[in-house]
């Protein structure tokens, strides 16, 4: 087998012990997270029809999904995991108790040239909450994800949400630019979303492009792209209507914010869409204040979703959060965390004669609830004492002809270097 | 999209809370034996290349790949983890300490037609130890198999593990039936293997046809089912070399698993070889004692895995432990646990103007560390108490106009019926 074979397919990672640990450790914040918000753990099949997934927006996440086709049936790997939830939520509608707050950690790929160190697997943490219309579901949602960025030690000024609406958007166009083509409108979102990647002129081509699903005509692209550069809602106020529900919506939410003690790490912005077709109202996304990286999370509302698959209709918010931008940021601010090895206790044995008194101590310290770690071959004592300081074993346990004859094992302390004994378990 | 588009691909899971809540149990198990004994945890991606399952002996896990080709590769999702675990062991060798504990707990794929209700998708608890050549090593496993089924509260005569050696059988065919085809040895353990499954006359078959990889003749075939007849591993002995090394380690691990308690559990059954073509010694699977199911797990040595992937030699043991049949017999037994839902709390605002007030009581009890659900529409107080219920809530927080006015939150114990108030924090 080749050397390259040795390695992971490109862009997917192996997780050694000590990966295992750091990612575990990232994972047990996004549990506590969402269980203390009430949410339910919830999962679906890392392969799905490939259907489930197709659109038409342009979306990168629909380009470069990992999809083929086995026994006539086309299946693709999850780019997200929001089109499995809405499934299950489809399949059970009307014998589910709403509002459902759900979350997952799926593990989501994309196929795409490896570019800028992009991977091509991460896994997602995402909340969701379904049947709620109104912005309090908004609120809860970023609250979590200010809970989590506290409990990771991020200071306070380290990270902030951008807040916009797309119906606030689509409000603003729907007499003049998408008046005839209300359909254009995803795409539309999806072309504005690579603003900061491909700067404005791109964008502006992307908009007024004849051949493309969006052709705007000059002047009405630019009144696009001018509308992205507001950053204080009130300025957009004055280009609505004064019983505009997606600013209505917006202010509450922002009222509520407040009560939650974070109006002020949450800024409108009107640049921010998201690159998904399915968001309907509001989009976030959170990012480092230096705008170093990449967004870190990004969300926002979905009430048509689940009619496009063929359920009821269901209002719908909910968030992604990758694994990757939070770990390069961490690192950034030296907040991973060490994550050493932790055993209870090593046992050895100083010949095979006295292997089956070890096995008795490593088991009955085992059924005490301890982690033990029992030496296994002919190793030499001072081999097992160094390996017993790496696994970061507290205890070291060693029966000889002389404690077995005693009936005893010798113990010691490995931090303090204290030394005792215990009876041989019979 | 059509209704069959709302379920998941044929043969694969959703989990629902309520089934991931299940899930999770049996994990946490999984997890807490794996420690006791000292194994770290590791994972592997899904998707791996096909080149790394390629062996050629008639395996059904390699027959039954999910895999595809894209952009000029070759991909499979993983039907087992272990040749992943051995590429991770291969890439680094040299620099890891051995022995080495590692466990996982990956999803594997299968793509087979459907029958006798067997899935295409299921989670695999695997442990293995590299670097032991010693039966210490098959003794660990196997004691850390007999605790999580302890941990399950099956009763000690429910489950047995039957117990064997490849090596065993390969010393007593070596003399004459293998004698010019070694080769032929992993191909002949992968038939014997569907013993149970398609009997004897239908495994002589399979060793005979002139066409296959193992083409005995009648006489050694049948000398072949006969050696599968024996339970006693002093009749077994008997027809072995004094010297035998693989009676030598059956007899050892036998003497160690007295030391563990285990020697009454687990027996010696010459029919059990395990279908995977790359174990070279001890085999094991462990199965409900009345043989109604499938075999619960299965493991073995498998010294050479290393090599063939081009690493250096470095022997090897490990099981597999699916999710499947132990599910099934918990079933069977009464012994699947009601895993309810449970919250701390759920807060519940009279009116959108106690809203904020609510939010307060909400983020107060979360950061206090409570599982808190907050009641996010205009619900009706005795639905939101009904919610409440189905939620496994212990209180219940209410903000009404009267208690904001007095700067207070009723709350209510879901257990007792006891009420009392508490002041609203600022």
Sequence with gaps: MSKQLLQPPRGTRDFYPEDLRHRTWLFDHFHAVARSFGFEEVDAPVLEHEELFTRKAGEEIVDQLYHFELHERRFALRGEITPSIARMVAARAGGLRLPLRWYSIPQCWRYERMTRGRRREHYQWNMDIWGEPGVSAEAELLAAI?????????????????????????????????????????ALCVAIDKLEKIGPDAVMELLTDPQGAIALTTAHAKQVVDWLQLRDLEDAAGELAPDSRALADLRGLFELLDAYGLADRVEFDASIVRGLAYYTGIVFEAYDTQRKLRAICGGGRYDHLLETLGGPPMPAVGFGFGDAVIGELLSDRGLQPECPRRTDAVVFAFAATERPSAVRVATALREQGHCVELVLGDTKLKRALADADRAGAQRFYLVGPDERARGVVAVRDLESGEQSEEPLPS
Tied chains: 1, 2.
Excluded at 146 to 170: H, M
């Design 146 to 186: 200010f809970a989590l960025f506290d409990r990771l030690d991020l200071a306070r000024g380290d990270v902030r949400i951008g807040l916009n609406s797309r119906a606030l958007l689509e409000e603003t166009l729907r007499g003049g630019v998408l008046n005839d083509r209300p359909d254009a409108f995803p």
